[in-house]
T-cell receptor
Framework: GEQVEQLPSILRVQEGSSASINCSYE??????FPWYKQEPGENPKLIID?????ERKQIQELIVLLDKKAKRFSLHITDTQPGDSAMYFC???????????FGKGTSLTVIP | NAGVIQTPRHKVTGKGQEATLWCEPI?????VFWYRQTIVQGLEFLTY????????DSGMPKERFSAQMPNQSHSTLKIQSTQPQDSAVYLC???????????FGAGTRLSVL
């Protein structure tokens, strides 16, 4: 199956700065890349996703970039707030896949 | 829409006992997934059903874990002879189909003493 690597595993940033999380995948057949945010004690929730027909997508402070050639995608959170502190997971799946493959997660802490 | 419902929220078992975890997917969703979450391994895929049929159970430890989906409104994950290393949060998720957004339940925290 697909392998998704996610870095860094731990990220601490000052409030108001940007945070970036990077993921890579192996199978060029992957074509859908969602990002999930999990707050302590809560279930993971979709925050933004990108499909392979796009290179960039933005929803408010969240930007996702996809580089299909390099098989990398990334999440950028601009103007971070304490409420952005959480665990973030990237995932990949594709046509014919039976499953979503998740990265191991990034624990983001925004320092006030 | 109540979302994906998982019961119980917490379960404590003694080593060697059986644990059954329940999941009610969102009505109308055809795909149901089970994941296990630990700090070390993150989100580990266990098994996946589509239209109630088991499609992929490649993540399931073969000897003690089993999953079923007897009808479209619920799925169960059964762990026989639980071991301390089975302690984790077990998450169920559903989606309209395998290429759509996954909606996770709140999870069942299993503690094996």
């Amino acid at each position: 199956g697909e392998q998704v690597e996610q870095l860094p595993s731990i990220l601490r940033v000052q409030e108001g700065s940007s945070a970036s999380i990077n993921c890579s995948y192996e199978d060029s057949a992957s074509n859908y890349f969602p990002w999930y945010k999990q707050e302590p004690g809560e279930n993971p929730k979709l925050i933004i996703d990108i499909r392979s027909n796009m290179e960039r997508k933005q929803i408010q402070e969240l930007i996702v970039l996809l580089d299909k050639k390099a098989k990398r995608f990334s999440l950028h959170i601009t103007d971070t707030q304490p409420g952005d502190s959480a665990m973030y997971f990237c995932a990949a799946t594709g046509t014919g896949y039976q499953n979503f493959y998740f990265g191991k997660g990034t624990s983001l802490t925004v320092i006030p | 829409n109540a979302g994906v419902i998982q019961t119980p929220r917490h379960k404590v078992t003694g080593k060697g006992q059986e644990a059954t975890l329940w999941c009610e997917p969102i009505s109308g969703h055809s795909a149901v997934f089970w994941y296990r979450q630990t700090i070390v391994q993150g989100l580990e895929f266990l098994t996946y059903f589509r239209n109630q049929a088991p499609i992929d159970d490649s993540g399931m430890p073969k000897e003690r874990f089993s999953a079923q989906m007897p009808n479209q409104s619920h799925s169960t994950l059964k762990i026989q002879s639980t071991q301390p290393q089975d302690s984790a949060v077990y998450l169920c998720a559903s989606s309209l189909d395998s290429q759509n957004t996954l909606y996770f339940g709140a999870g069942t925290r299993l503690s094996v003493l």
